[in-house]
């Protein structure tokens, strides 16, 4: 594994009697496109603000850049918070050179940057406009080029699709890739799991302030069994005989016009074997269907009926 | 330090261009010189007043005749000073009564002295004939001819129809519609409204009033002089008929008791002149003049001063901060520069753009003074003169930015907790009310500047810029000088090193501003 650009150890928050992050362990590799996934109040906006010295942990260690704080490093991170806001009366040129030179850059470059950014990502007729004059989702997406406009080697965006229509979701998608292709390393949180399912190649999951894992999406998809859906009006319970399933259960929650059943599989089965056996012993299937657990299924399973109390702080 | 600066600047460039700034720059002038200019030009042109008199007693008609005359000499002697102020060869406010070597000048500290006197000096040596004469070798070669004042009261015609002899009542039952403004008067073919009416009655003399008699008919409200005007607003015409009529009632008394009128005359007209005198000035120069006034006060005008420039920017300032603090762009600031690096930068740019304010306004009022010549304008440019001579500048300058600091710490902690100006109300009221205590109490301090009440206050930390600015023209002793200095400066660099801890929290706080308890912890805690 390349060298971490973030460690994590053990790192903690409380508030009084509340605990927001609870002893969080975590390495980023240089270059990834790491997702921090939870459901609302789970802790995210916390930690990445902990990360970004811009609140102090309870306890534990943060390495960043190699250095203990991210205001030694500064100048290699770019910052885009969740409550998004901008200076109305500036212009959107401007308004990303002033970012781009409280990084670092001179005038010079900062001005030459914002221009490059603003074509780059069809906000070019804007260049002159006032923030003020901009939709939310533009002024979102300058945002966030005025976060990136330095170009750090550590992006780190905290919800950042939120707000933005799909058109601007793919924009701003293409927008991590491009940077992630450039080896720069991009932290974002989100709890649309789609986004993290295209792009990351390696998630958090946290809930409640706790991590429930990390690792990569493949590795997230392990974490719950595979499983096919059947539906017929046979006799299933022969099923459960096989090698190759785990487990089946009724699917009370999907209705079809005969009974539907969850058939889990073991580890390397094939779902052929179920199909087989199906065609074997005459089970007429109405519905056969398999598909890999989705990050959606994996963070259902795991967050599980925590996700639905919303803690507020 | 870069950062520091791009902050600033962002923030002297931001708030150039709201609307605020340019009118603070640019209408808070143009009232104040409109005011001024709509102020002394209605001073100039007072309206002309015409009355009727109706003297049935035929005693006091020649007594409202010279009251009026005096009044108009009055106004003629006002005006000949203000012309020999606006012509004269040389104006100088270091002038005094004893020092004053030629004509010109001597008049005007005379009328300076006792107007009354002047006055019947005035008309004694022959008013203004006598005193284009006198002076003329004073004015400027290329001064305008005096113009006199046009008269304000004129006596009008009583229409045909009245009988002055009629009984009083009548007479102003016929004269209602002129006194109600329906009917206009008629005087050398212009018209104009009545102003009043002088009704002496026949009877008169038996309502005058004399100590230890009774009145000959108590309760009677009609008894005596009758002056009937809807504008009781302006007294000059009713004073001056009742001093004249009043004065020709003594003249008559002192003669009926053996007393010469020309001997009292003598007698009121003699003063004794007291000189105010300098201990400290050198010999010679001990009388104090009209620039040692002004000297005196100056500090009086550098403390108001700061008082405008520090209320405007640090209302400023706070409104910034809360408004930024409202629109979430502080997080993303935070991830590019430390919460002091924020505070020094909001701090410079802020205080840049009330500079900006303060000098386009200094500018102002000197392009105003230089364009717009004028006895007052004169004035004021010496009475400035004289201010900024004082040696009082660089306490100012000093004062204005420890003040500054002091205060724009203390409104930016106070924004980066609150999140609306309404939160921020409650926070705000006790320091505005430090701020305004030494305001109230600039005019006594100039009185008594080292008195030990003002002493003691000097040390309180938030007063000591008003303060000490304010005793500065009177030598204070040393160790309030160093003592408070010190005292301020370290004040300064806890209020800022605390406003950046309480600047750093509060900027990331959502929701109620902190209690007491909260605040402390605040200022305590390590992160």
């Known amino acids: 594994?390349?060298?971490?650009?973030?460690?994590?150890?053990?790192?903690?928050?409380?508030?009084?009697?509340?605990?927001?992050?609870?002893?969080?362990?975590?390495?980023?590799?240089?270059?990834s496109v790491y997702g921090f996934l939870g459901p609302n109040g789970a802790g995210k906006t916390t930690t990445l603000r902990m990360i970004l010295d811009i609140i102090r942990p309870t306890s534990g260690r943060i390495a960043i850049l190699g250095k203990p704080s991210a205001l030694h490093v500064r100048q290699?991170?770019?910052?885009?918070?969740?409550?998004?806001?901008?200076?109305?009366?500036?212009?959107?040129?401007?308004?990303?050179?002033?970012?781009?030179?409280l990084k670092g850059l001179d005038k010079k470059a900062a001005a030459r940057r914002a221009d490059q950014l603003l074509s780059s990502y069809g906000l070019s007729d804007f260049s002159s406009a006032r923030v003020e004059a901009l939709s939310k989702g533009m002024s979102q997406k300058v945002q966030v080029l005025a976060a990136?406009?330095?170009?750090?080697?550590?992006?780190?965006?905290?919800?950042?699709?939120?707000?933005?229509d799909p058109v601007n979701q793919q924009v701003l998608e293409s927008l991590i890739r491009n940077l992630s292709a450039n080896n720069q390393t991009v932290i974002f949180s989100t709890h649309i799991m789609e986004h993290a399912e295209r792009l990351c190649d390696q998630i958090l999951l946290i809930?409640?302030?706790?991590?429930?894992?990390?690792g990569t999406v493949a590795e997230a998809r392990e974490l719950i069994p595979r499983r096919v859906m059947l539906e017929t009006a046979s006799d299933v319970s022969g099923l459960q005989q096989l090698d190759s399933v785990a487990r089946v259960s009724a699917a009370e929650d999907e209705a079809g016009v005969d009974p539907r059943w969850w058939v889990e599989i073991t580890g390397n089965a094939h779902p052929q074997d179920i199909l087989k056996y199906c065609f074997d012993t005459d089970i007429a299937l109405n519905r056969f269907e398999y598909a890999e657990p989705s990050l959606h299924d994996v963070f259902v399973d795991l967050v599980g009926a925590s996700a639905g109390e919303h803690r507020f702080r | 330090m870069t950062v520091i600066r791009l902050i600033a600047w962002r923030e002297y460039m931001d708030n150039v261009r709201t609307r605020g700034f340019w009118i603070g720059i640019l209408l808070i002038p143009v009232m104040l010189i409109g005011m001024y200019l709509v102020q002394s030009s209605l001073a100039r042109t007072s309206p002309i007043r015409y009355y009727m008199l109706i003297d049935q007693s035929g005693d006091y008609r020649g007594a409202v005749d010279s009251a009026i005359e005096l009044e108009y000499q009055r106004?003629?002697?006002?005006?000949?000073?203000?012309?020999?102020?606006?012509?004269?060869?040389?104006?100088?406010?270091?002038?005094?009564?004893?020092?004053?070597?030629?004509?010109?000048?001597?008049?005007?500290?005379?009328?300076?002295?006792?107007?009354?006197?002047?006055?019947?000096?005035?008309?004694?040596?022959?008013?203004?004939?006598?005193?284009?004469t006198l002076t003329a070798p004073y004015l400027r070669e290329d001064a305008p001819p005096f113009v006199s004042p046009r008269r304000s009261f004129i006596e009008a015609p009583l229409p045909d129809e009245v009988d002055t002899s009629a009984?009083?009542?009548?007479?102003?039952?016929?004269?209602?519609?002129?006194?109600?403004?329906?009917?206009?008067?008629?005087?050398?073919?212009?018209?104009?409204?009545?102003?009043?009416?002088?009704?002496?009655?026949?009877?008169?003399?038996?309502?005058?009033l004399r100590p230890g008699v009774m009145p000959a008919e108590p309760g009677n409200r009609y008894a005596g002089v009758q002056y009937w005007g809807r504008n009781q607003a302006d007294p000059r015409l009713s004073n001056a008929v009742e001093r004249s009529i009043n004065a020709s009632i003594r003249n008559d008394e002192f003669a009926r008791n053996g007393v010469s009128t020309t001997l009292i005359n003598t007698i009121q007209r003699t003063r004794l002149p007291v000189a105010k005198l300098d201990p400290l000035a050198n010999e010679g120069e001990e009388a104090v003049s009209m620039a040692d006034t002004f000297r005196q006060y100056a500090p009086m005008m550098f403390v108001y001063f700061m008082f405008i420039a520090l209320m405007q920017s640090v209302q400023y300032l706070l409104t910034n901060t809360i408004e930024e603090k409202s629109n979430r762009i502080l997080e993303v600031l935070l991830a590019s520069v430390t919460p002091n690096e924020l505070l020094m930068g909001k701090m410079l740019g802020i205080g840049l753009g009330s500079l900006t304010t303060l000098a386009a306004w200094l500018l102002t009022l000197f392009l105003f003074l230089t364009l717009y010549d004028s006895a007052e304008t004169n004035t004021l440019a010496d009475i400035i003169g004289i201010t900024l001579s004082s040696g009082l500048v660089p306490w100012f300058l000093f004062y204005c930015l420890a003040g500054y600091a002091l205060y724009a710490g203390i409104f930016l902690a106070i924004g980066s907790l609150c999140n609306t100006l309404k939160e921020a109300q409650g926070l705000m009221v006790p320091v505005i009310v430090a701020m305004i205590i030494p305001i109230t109490v600039t005019p006594f301090v100039v009185m008594d500047p080292n008195g030990s009440a003002f002493r003691a206050m000097s040390w309180f930390p938030l007063f000591t810029p008003y303060l000490m600015m304010n005793r500065a023209a009177s030598n204070p002793p040393l160790i309030d000088v160093v003592g408070t200095t010190l005292v301020l400066v370290a004040s300064i660099a806890l209020v800022l090193w605390l406003s950046g801890r309480v600047f750093r929290q509060g900027l990331l706080r959502t929701g109620q501003p902190p209690r007491t308890l909260e605040l402390l912890r605040m200022l305590t805690s390590r992160s």
Do not use: C
């Open chain 1, 76 to 101: 290699r991170i770019g910052y885009l918070p969740e409550e998004k806001g901008l200076y109305k009366k500036m212009r959107v040129n401007g308004l990303i050179a002033y970012f781009a030179r």
């Open chain 2, 167 to 208: 009984p009083p009542g009548r007479i102003v039952e016929q004269l209602r519609p002129y006194l109600r403004g329906d009917q206009d008067v008629t005087v050398n073919g212009v018209s104009g409204e009545l102003f009043a009416l002088i009704l002496i009655p026949e009877n008169v003399n038996q309502h005058i």
């Open chain 1, 1 to 31: 594994m390349l060298e971490p650009v973030l460690t994590l150890e053990n790192v903690s928050k409380t508030y009084g009697e509340f605990t927001a992050v609870d002893k969080i362990n975590l390495q980023i590799p240089r270059g």
């Open chain 2, 75 to 132: 106004q003629v002697l006002q005006a000949f000073v203000n012309y020999l102020l606006d012509n004269r060869k040389e104006r100088d406010l270091e002038l005094t009564a004893v020092n004053a070597t030629n004509a010109a000048d001597q008049l005007v500290e005379d009328v300076g002295a006792s107007d009354a006197a002047a006055l019947s000096e005035w008309i004694d040596s022959g008013g203004l004939d006598f005193a284009l």
């Open chain 1, 148 to 164: 990136v406009a330095h170009d750090p080697e550590l992006v780190i965006l905290d919800e950042p699709f939120s707000g933005l």
């Open chain 1, 207 to 214: 809930t409640n302030g706790k991590k429930i894992f990390d």
